[in-house]
């Protein structure tokens, strides 16, 4: 294994390369020495783990510099897919709804959840910065039975999988059928088919550009139509008082909380993401070792126990970029949750209305068409579609990661080999039947969105303990010591799981086992 080391000289600075640096053209270069290479003006020293010089050519950097002023702005991509992703569920569907039953009185569980949620995403960014992994592939290394853990997340993940496509692509119909002819089952299949060629052949890019554009002209205008319709400060502190209203479903509740930012699926992609934009080691893991595909069939981490001096205070630059741009996207999300918590108060909720079925779009278009007239209901029909579908499509891609990984270490625990285990081969059958076949039966026979969101939504909640007890553990017993959160962190990602776990098992008890 290879570092590079910045080393000073009196007459010249030996440094490493800066991050995406391709590897210097052969004219543009010299080698003056072993472990030595000129290149650009600049002269770069590389060791191997004993200290020696390498052969000249080899870049053996584990961690870049992290980028710094404007250039960090390039690198909130990850944070941006993340929050976006799970705009259209716990966001934008799911708050409307809980707002128009119980009003501002659930304001306090809303504040926690995104502060709690927040903590976990940036305990799970902490591990795969590091590492330069996935969370799925330290779950995987968990002492006890062998691949346990992910036995415990892979699971479940098949029915939330199927329960959200088909959730998404309805969702994305009841706006479509707004504007175009066509029944709502026939556009729901329509939505699916093209969200899974897209993404079967990588072309979904033009998808998410434009979902971000629309997602921040949604959010904008949601939050200047609540500063329309804002009752005052009295209601909303009305809601922090930690209490629930004597009539609230726990059926309704637990997957608004359970999706709402993100649900455990999405906590554990923000690893997949970024490592795939290189952040921390995973410049390592991915830009070196030919790709995400590659590292997760051959499971090759780099070694991180005996980083250089720099290399730790610039795994600290990156550690710090991922907790800001987590926070900042949090930030955003929960500016929005409260703009559509205050919108579905004051306009859905005395009107009696509820997205659901069908005319979940319809419903929300009341959000910024009674303020705003037509204009702004087509804007709401528009931003919604494009929620709808981008999330269709995140969810598709993301799942494909996720499952095929899992799928992949307990193939290998079978000592298989081959095709079993291909991420490619993976992503495309859970792509095709999981995410394809079956959501399209759930589209023929109707089954109606708001509902199959809502199981997804609560398997997510009931899942969002056991990830962040994984999480705890994999950050304090198998990080380097300097890179561990500290005794006050792990309390609070600990509460995390206490949280979710409350709600989890106050429904079982009272909505599946009836006892209340």
């Known amino acids: 294994m290879l570092i ?49 010089g390498t052969m000249a050519g080899k870049d053996g950097t584990i961690v870049p510099p992290p ?40 304001l306090w569980t809303l504040i926690l959840a995104i502060f709690l949620k927040t903590v976990l995403s940036i305990e799970i960014g902490r591990y795969a910065v590091v590492t330069g992994g996935s969370l799925l592939q330290g779950i995987k290394n968990l002492p006890g039975p062998a691949n346990w853990g992910i036995w415990v997340i892979v699971i479940p993940q098949f029915l939330v999988a199927a329960a959200t496509i088909t959730g998404m692509a309805g969702s994305a119909s009841s706006a479509i059928i707004l504007v175009l002819p066509g029944s709502f089952t026939a556009w729901a299949a329509i939505v699916l088919l093209v ?63 359970g999706f709402v930012m993100s649900g455990a699926a999405g906590l554990i992609w923000y690893s997949y993401w970024l490592t795939a934009r290189g952040y ?37 630059g990156w550690l710090r970029l ?80 996720m499952l095929g990984q899992g799928s992949i270490f307990i193939a290998r625990q079978m000592r298989a080999t081959g095709r079993w285990v291909s991420m490619r081969f993976y992503r495309y059958i859970y792509l095709i039947g999981l995410m394809g076949i079956l959501p399209l039966i759930f589209v023929l026979v109707r089954l109606e969105p708001v509902t199959a969101l809502a199981i997804a939504g609560i398997i997510e909640a009931i899942q969002i303990p056991a990830v962040a007890f994984m999480t705890i553990y994999l950050n304090r017993r198998t990080l380097p010591a300097e890179f561990r959160p500290s005794l006050f962190v792990a309390a609070l990602t600990f509460a995390v799981g206490v949280f979710f776990a409350a709600f989890s098992v106050y429904y079982i008890y009272i909505e599946v086992l009836g006892l209340a």
Do not use: C
């Open 4 to 52: 590079g080391i910045p080393v000073q000289h009196s007459a010249i600075a030996l440094r490493k390369p800066p991050h995406g640096s391709p590897q210097p053209q052969p004219e543009n270069t010299s080698n003056i020495f072993p472990g030595i290479q000129v290149a650009g003006g600049k002269t770069y020293v590389y060791l191997d783990r004993a200290g020696r």
């Open 67 to 106: 980028p710094r002023g404007r250039e960090a702005l390039a690198w909130m991509g990850p944070a941006i897919i993340w929050m976006i992703s799970a705009i259209a569920t716990g966001e934008l569907l799911f708050t409307p709804r809980i707002a128009s039953l119980y009003g501002y009185s659930v």
């Open 195 to 257: 969200s899974l060629a897209l993404v079967f052949f990588g072309r979904y890019q033009g998808v998410e550009r434009a979902s971000i554009v629309m997602a921040l002209a949604i959010i904008i205008a949601l939050v200047t139509t609540a500063g329309f319709v804002f009752p005052g400060i009295v209601p909303l502190a009305a809601g922090l008082v930690p209490t629930l209203p004597p009539d609230v479903v726990f059926a309704e509740l637990l997957p608004w909380l």
């Open 280 to 316: 921390g080691a995973a410049y390592y893991t991915v830009h070196r070792q030919g790709g995400e595909e590659r590292v997760i069939e051959e499971e090759d981490l780099p070694d991180i126990t005996h980083l250089s001096r720099g290399e730790k205070e610039e795994m600290r």
């Open 322 to 401: 991922m907790a800001i741009s987590t926070t900042i996207a949090a930030a955003i999300v929960l500016l929005l949750l409260i703009a559509l918590l205050i919108l579905g108060t004051e306009l859905l909720r005395p009107e009696g209305l509820l997205p659901e079925g069908p005319e979940v779009t319809a419903v929300l278009s009341v959000l910024l068409g009674e303020v705003w007239g037509p204009p702004g209901a087509w804007l709401m029909i528009l931003a919604a579609f494009f929620a709808f579908w981008s999330t269709l499509v995140a969810n598709l891609d993301g799942w494909t990661r």
